[in-house]
């Protein structure tokens, strides 16, 4: 194209054309990149919910407060006050336990048997 021999009139209408094709492809992108991100947040927000802070099913108590039986402890989160001073005052956590040592690896055994 020759634009220096084109009239102003011809030059104008040239540059309205593709001022506006300019911004319809900016726009088409814009919204290209937009669903693109919304994709991906969703994909991302899905993983973090899958994966991360959801509610945790109930489990058995692992730990007993051998003066008062009805307290418990699941072995999740912090310790409870009753364990904490017990253990303070010598006591081990293992003398709090539940199943005895014995009967913990003999599970672990079981399940792992039934995985394979």
Do not use: C
């Amino acid at each position: 194209m020759a634009l220096k021999t084109m009239s102003i009139g011809k030059l104008t209408d040239l540059k309205r054309k593709v001022d506006a094709i300019l911004a319809f492809k900016i726009a088409e992108e814009r919204r290209a990149l937009q669903s693109r991100l919304s994709n991906l947040d969703r994909v991302a927000s899905g993983a973090a919910r899958s994966h991360r802070g959801g509610v945790r099913g109930k489990v058995a108590p692992k730990y007993r407060n051998t003066e008062n039986p009805a307290e418990t402890w699941a072995g999740r989160g912090l310790k409870p006050k009753w364990l904490t001073s017990a253990i303070k005052a010598g006591g081990k956590l293992e003398d709090f336990s539940i199943t005895p040592a014995g009967e913990k690896s003999a599970a672990k055994k079981a399940r792992k048997a039934k995985k394979k």
